[in-house]
């Protein structure tokens, strides 16, 4: 390690020239009329390189015991030093006093034409050297963040664990078991989406397929399938709440589970799984020995990705222990639980199910989800089904509904008008409810003269919808909103609008930072997309595995993700939009760009002369690779 005195005499000498060499050039630009076109450029490289040196001299982490490269900063700055020493020779010998009869002196009258080589030369030198020395201030500037980063990691690793690491072995288990939870799932996508409309998803209950599963005795299985849009969502939540106020008692249980594919604890079997474990040990705290067996050798390990075999013995095992105890379960957006996680999870629900074990236990379970992937149908299509595809009553209510609020609102009391509107309503939703949502909310920005034009303009179902939210961005901003589709779409996590300016490149303007202007490109994609706040913990908690790699802490955090899964299922369409959009559909394609970008940053961030002999160190960017490739 260099001694920092010595780093401070280098580059003390190195300005001394430094200055007297910009001077020189000062000289021949204004004294010469036919100097190199470049001595402007060389004095602003040379005035560039002196501010490098003095950020390097008074970096913080200069002198640290883990900065292992101060010698060849050292080195660097005395060979800049000795090439502008040598540039301070030639110009010195340069005579710029004698006018010619025109009033300046030629290049070639002074001297310089004979040394331009030798100029031009040491210029690119320097210039060398301005690299070599901006690739070592980013492992300087690399280091202390590095060191900021540790300390942050450690702050949160024991936020997050130190709930953990108090109270009973059995709390600790608990604890570790935990993943989300449901109640406040549930409420959440009240809040996001709104109250059930009265008299809506009753219907269910008087289905046939719903009463021969209530019913019947033993244990069985209902699926309730339907197109993206049509309500599956809040019959789950109806679900849940009926079997809750009617069902419920010492003798039966209710636990369930709200998939999503946007959110990592909820869209894997094992989370599942967890979930379920967690809701039946709070019904019966007995169940708690049969996770301690393994606990007790597994730890936290009990509880990763790659123990579903485990965890579904200990689910069925509980399962089956509570035989006298009737079980009801609700699974919502089955179809968004990962695909390969929910291939196995089918195969081990269908076998719990069959004819020979259906009597060894107690559980009625309901799945609702759409009928793809394949798998869905190919597992459930045995058991009790109900279809949402043609259910009309309940589509109806809520046009009633939300056309009656939207005539409040705007003050529209013609019924004709009124009746108008819920006609081109039933005519386009297709039966989405998602497509009433969306129309109605473009609608309230509207005036009750703009509405009647615009029912007209419609789109019909909800990939219309999106095609039309495509159409409409600016031709100048398609390609930026693209790359974010891209990005958004292929992304294993949410991403969060600072994570999506670093990607995208995104840089502010005079009077817009960074991220106003990646909300606006947010903004253009209407529909698609959604915003939705996520706490510090929730949000490092995904990226917990490079915690380490974290550069600095981040504020609470907006993170954007589709609106619905169906928006999502539009960008990876292979039915091309015309126009834009094409890379997304291309998964190999869209990932090629991703990871171009993601490569572009980590080379930005490592010195190429230092692979191999520095020590690997994090980069703002590097905790982006995670999110992206899981």
């Not at 991403?495 to 903004?523: D, H, P």
């Not at 980590?602 to 960017?621: N, R, W």
């Amino acid at each position: 390690m260099a001694d920092p005195l010595a780093i401070a005499t280098a580059t003390t000498q190195f300005t001394e020239q430094t200055i007297k060499v910009v001077r020189l050039c000062k000289k021949v630009y204004e004294k010469v009329q036919d100097g190199p076109e470049e001595v402007r450029v060389w004095r602003s490289e040379l005035e560039q390189l002196r501010a490098l040196v003095e950020e390097i001299q008074h970096s913080p982490a200069l002198g640290s015991p883990a900065l292992e490269n101060d010698q060849v900063i050292l080195s660097t700055i005395q060979h800049c030093t000795a090439v502008s020493t040598g540039l301070c020779a030639i110009f010195d010998r340069f005579d710029f006093d004698h006018s010619d009869p025109l009033g300046r002196k030629t290049w070639k009258a002074i001297g310089g034409l004979a040394k331009e080589s030798d100029i031009r030369d040491l210029f690119t030198q320097l210039e060398r050297l301005k690299s070599t020395l901006s690739l070592q201030i980013q492992v300087i500037n690399s280091h202390q963040s590095h060191q900021q980063s540790s300390q942050l990691s450690q702050v949160l690793e024991n936020v997050v664990q130190s709930p953990v690491q108090t109270g009973t072995e059995e709390e600790r288990c608990l604890q570790a078991l935990f993943v989300t939870d449901p109640t406040s799932d549930r409420n959440a996508i009240i809040t996001a989406k709104g109250k059930r409309t009265a008299g809506t998803c009753e219907w269910i209950i008087s289905t046939e397929g719903y009463k021969t599963w209530e019913n019947a005795p033993e244990s069985s299985i209902l699926w309730i399938s339907g197109p993206p849009g049509k309500g599956k969502t809040f019959i789950s939540i109806f679900l849940t709440q009926h079997l809750e106020a009617n069902v419920v008692s010492s003798c039966c249980n209710l636990v369930y589970f709200f998939c999503d594919n946007k959110v990592s604890t909820r869209n894997t079997a094992v989370n599942i799984l967890r979930g379920l474990m967690y809701q039946l040990i709070q019904h019966h705290e007995g169940l708690l020995s049969l996770v301690m067996e393994h606990w007790k050798v597994q730890q936290r390990g009990l509880f990763s990705e790659s123990s579903f075999e485990r965890l579904w013995a200990i689910f069925q095992a509980m399962v089956l222990s509570l035989i006298d105890t009737r079980i009801y379960c609700v699974l919502d957006a089955l179809d968004e639980c990962s695909e390969a996680s929910l291939e196995p999870l089918l195969y081990k629900l269908t076998e719990l199910f069959n004819s020979d074990n259906s009597a060894r236990h107690n559980v009625k379970l309901a799945i609702l989800s759409r009928r793809h992937p394949v798998c869905l149908p190919e597992a459930l299509s045995t058991f009790n089904h109900v279809r949402l595809d043609d259910e009309r009553h309940d589509i109806g209510l809520y046009i009633q509904d939300q056309v009656s609020a939207l005539g409040t609102r705007k003050g529209i009391h013609d019924a004709d008008f009124l009746k108008h509107i819920k006609a081109v309503f039933h005519d386009r939703a297709e039966g989405t409810f998602l497509w009433v949502s969306f129309m109605i909310a473009d609608l309230n920005k509207k005036s009750a003269w703009e509405i009647e034009s615009s029912l007209q303009q419609l789109p019909r179902g909800l990939d219309a919808v999106y095609g039309r939210i495509l159409d409409q961005i600016k031709p100048g901003d398609q390609a930026v909103v693209t790359e974010l589709l891209t990005w958004i779409t292929l992304a294993q996590v949410p991403l969060s609008v600072s994570e999506l300016c670093e990607a995208l490149q995104i840089e502010g303007t005079e009077f817009m930072n960074r991220e106003e202007l990646c909300k606006s490109y947010i903004e253009a994609c209407g529909h698609l997309l959604q915003s939705s706040e996520m706490d510090d913990n929730r949000y490092f908690g995904l990226r917990r595995s490079w915690l380490n790699e974290i550069t600095e802490p981040l504020p609470p955090v907006t993170v954007i993700g589709f609106v619905h899964q169906s928006a999502k299922d539009f960008m990876l369409s292979k039915s091309p939009h015309p126009g834009m959009m094409e890379c997304h559909r291309d998964g190999d394609q869209g990932h090629l760009t991703i990871c171009r970008r993601l490569l572009q940053l980590l080379l930005q961030q490592v010195p190429s002369h230092s692979v191999g002999s520095t020590p690997a160190y994090p980069g703002c960017h590097f905790y982006i690779l995670p999110a992206i490739w899981g």
